[in-house]
């Protein structure tokens, strides 16, 4: 079944703790991408990625670090989680493009309910 | 900059009535355009899309009309079941794959 995957699902967490939410794809996507959700704020993308060894800045990457050494795998790293943290995040893939123009649908994964406390 | 804004809810309705959910939209260049739908509990899933000035698209008995020249997108779906109850997003993606999204649209189809 094609999917995306994150792990945990729910994470309650201290300040400063460091901590990794991993995401997976098996659908072969180049393009990978990091949101969260907040209520009133909508979504909000933090880091992109369009193949392996490529990330981009989003809209709010302060206070995230993400990684991608493999294209399936997209982690997200809180190095020294803060609690305006506290939010609902979403890992999402899709095919590549090319030229840079297209409308490829994004499939995103269950979504990640973390609270730091 | 880019954005989108999208009409505040939440928006309740009678199961049958029509729905139109406003979206509008600030970009540079030529953004692709979508609506996303969110069940309760569960991750984003596209409804629908539409890449260039005044295409359509649809899905599922929803439509929306990419208007360049009112920078809008609006959802329509013209008899509304209680299923479609969920949050709606409306997006863009700006050459270059960065997305902006709405801060979402909550829909309750009463019977």
């Known amino acids: 079944e094609a999917q995306v995957t994150q792990n945990p699902r729910y994470l309650i967490t201290v300040t400063g703790k460091k901590l990794t939410v991993t995401c997976s794809q098996n659908?072969?996507?180049?393009?990978m991408s990091w949101y969260r959700q907040d209520p009133g704020l909508g979504l909000r993308q933090i880091y992109y990625s369009m193949n392996v060894e490529v990330t981009d800045k989003g809209d709010v990457p302060e206070g995230y670090k993400v990684s991608r050494k493999e294209k399936r795998n997209f982690p997200l790293i809180l190095e020294s989680p803060s609690p305006n943290q506290t939010s609902l995040y979403f890992c999402?893939?899709?095919?590549?493009?090319?030229?840079?123009?297209?409308?490829?649908?994004?499939?995103f994964g269950p979504g990640t309910r973390l609270t730091v406390l | 900059g880019n954005s989108v804004t999208q009409m505040e809810g939440p928006v309740t309705l009678s199961e049958e009535a029509f729905l139109t959910i406003n979206c509008t939209y600030t970009a540079t260049g030529y953004p692709s355009l979508f609506w996303y739908v969110q069940y309760p509990g569960e991750g984003l899933q596209l409804l629908l899309k539409a890449t260039k000035a005044d295409d359509k698209g649809s899905n599922k008995g929803f439509e929306a009309t990419y208007r360049k020249e009112t920078t809008s997108f609006h959802l329509e779906k013209g008899s509304v079941q209680v299923s479609d109850s969920a949050v709606y997003f409306c997006?863009?993606?700006?050459?270059?794959?960065?997305?902006?999204f709405g801060t979402g649209t909550s829909l309750t189809v009463i019977p």
């Open positions: 997006a863009l993606r700006k050459p270059g794959n960065q997305f902006y």
């Open positions: 999402a893939s899709s095919l590549g493009l090319a030229g840079g123009i297209g409308s490829n649908e994004q499939f």
């Open positions: 659908m072969n996507h180049e393009y």
